[in-house]
């Protein structure tokens, strides 16, 4: 059965968004006391047994993914409703393992953890640009097809000598491609902010349009974030 996507909020929902961070700092408000009772609790493991419980290090876990959501929502890193509006994060405890860290076995199962907006650029480059020859964005944007790229809100620009990609802050066409990840709504645009060098401008992304607000990101880091 698949999962709900995650609730966003974006900057059109102010009063909704108001009402999510009052209740969502009440239950961060809880969180960080119950994190310092299983400090206490670890501990008396320690002096009980000369070694921490897994069990309680794996709940401890879970509760500070829970609460960095939470401050990720709060401090406006995201659009996206924490937990349980969205997935909680992925833990980093393997059972078994008290030392956090995969198994041996296992090293090579597991794929390179990739920042936010790295994860972000990776599955927009691997999106179809609406083209019948089904041409990729990552493709659109390495060959500068204009008419392509354009046509989803996305445009190679120049600035201050250095070549970037453009992104259309509200183009329909590119939130679409966000559609049932944890990107949708306007967290695409949330995640994008983070990666380094980027900066905001008011441009034409189709040439005969008045400017509208876009992320503008070096194209050299798009690229990278491609072959990742």
């Known amino acids: 059965m698949p999962m ?5 909020l ?32 670890q501990f008396g493991f320690h002096l009980w047994g000369s070694q921490r419980n897994p069990r309680v290090a794996q709940l401890a876990d879970a509760i500070k993914a829970l609460l960095g959501s939470i401050l990720d929502f709060l401090l406006y890193r995201t659009d996206l ?6 997935s909680l994060p992925a833990e980093s405890v393997w059972p078994g393992n008290p030392s956090g860290a995969p198994p ?12 936010n907006w790295r994860e972000c650029l990776l599955h927009l480059g691997r999106c179809g640009a609406g ?4 041409i990729t964005i990552a493709h659109a944007i390495r060959t500068d097809d ?13 600035l201050e000598g250095e070549a970037h990609v453009a ?18 709504g306007r967290a695409w645009l949330s995640a994008l902010k983070e ?29 990278d974030a491609f072959d990742a």
């Open 195 to 223: 990666a380094p060098g980027t900066v905001s401008r008011r441009i034409r992304i189709q040439p005969d349009a008045n400017p509208r607000h876009a992320l503008l990101l070096p194209l050299r880091l798009v690229l």
């Open 131 to 134: 083209d019948p020859t089904d």
């Open 167 to 184: 992104f259309a802050a509200r183009n329909p066409a590119l939130g679409m491609l966000f559609t049932g990840t944890r990107w949708q």
């Open 10 to 41: 974006g900057p059109e929902q102010p009063w909704k968004r108001l009402l999510a961070m009052i209740a969502f700092g009440a239950v961060g408000y809880v969180l960080l006391p119950l994190l310092l009772l299983l400090a206490v609790t």
């Open 146 to 158: 204009a008419e392509i790229l354009v046509g989803v809100g996305i445009r190679l620009w120049s």
């Open 4 to 8: 709900d996507p995650p609730m966003v």
């Open 81 to 86: 409703l924490p937990y349980p509006f969205s």
């Open 104 to 115: 041996a076995d296992h090293l090579h199962d597991v794929p390179p953890a990739l920042e």
